[in-house]
């Protein structure tokens, strides 16, 4: 199994700061068609996740363009420019690229 | 409005048995990836299996902790996608959410979850 891991675990941060996570897959994401099925997802309290970014960089409709995604092979990153209240939460990054799919082990994002 | 409830859940002692329900609108269920996805009590996501689309195949796929306990199974007269859980054990208490693929290697659309308990 692909194992996924997210740095950092926790991440205080100021309103209107950038914050970052990482997450580096045991092996390769890239695809036998030479996609990289690398996606991110944010899950408020209570609430479903709720997929913000898929194949590395693509961000789904409605998702702000504070956030980005980029990286490549087994190292990938989320970042967020100015971070607002709404994006406090846990963030997982998660691989399609082989199943089983799998998750990080998520990064709870909370304001200073 | 695309989207996916999820019913069945509740309370069951170890051993037992229960099937959860994803009713899908605004799509047709059969043509896209459809997975099962868990959330222990204060824990992270966890895959659970998947169906793969009438065209790749409709193929399902488990982890490891649900092979051979757990089927996914389909229904297209009700668009509705099914998770039958035997054998249960108190690891597999969760909240179970059913979530569709829309964009290529992404679950962009989710349930609000269904929860199971496997208590004595």
């Known amino acids: 199994d692909i194992v996924m891991t997210q740095t950092p675990l926790s991440s205080p941060v100021t309103l209107g700061q950038p914050a970052s996570i990482s997450c580096r897959s045991s092996q390769s994401l890239v695809n036998s068609d030479g996609n990289t099925y690398l996606s991110w997802l944010h899950q408020r309290p209570g609430q479903p996740p709720r997929l913000l970014i898929y194949?590395?960089?693509n961000r789904c409709s409605g998702v702000p363009d504070r956030f980005s995604g980029s990286g490549a092979g087994t190292d990938f990153t989320l970042k967020i420019s100015r971070v607002e209240a709404e994006d406090v939460g846990v963030y997982y990054c998660m691989q399609v690229t082989q199943h089983p799919y799998t998750f990080g082990q998520g990064t709870k994002l909370e304001i200073k | 409005e695309v989207q996916l409830v999820e019913s069945g859940g509740g309370l069951v002692k170890p051993g037992g048995s229960l099937r959860l329900s994803c009713v899908a609108s605004g799509f047709t269920f059969s043509n896209v990836y459809m997975s099962w996805v868990r959330q222990a009590p204060g824990k992270g996501l966890e895959w659970v299996g998947r169906?793969?689309?009438?065209?790749?195949?409709?193929?399902?796929d488990y982890s490891s902790p649900v092979k051979g306990r757990f089927t996914i199974s389909g229904d297209d007269s009700k668009n509705t996608l099914y998770l039958q859980m035997n054998s249960l054990r108190t690891e597999d208490t969760a909240v179970y959410y059913c979530t569709s693929s829309h964009v290529a290697g992404g679950f962009d659309i989710w349930g609000q979850g269904t929860m199971v308990t496997v208590s004595s």
């Open positions: 194949q590395i960089s």
């Open positions: 169906l793969t689309s009438r065209v790749a195949g409709g193929r399902t």
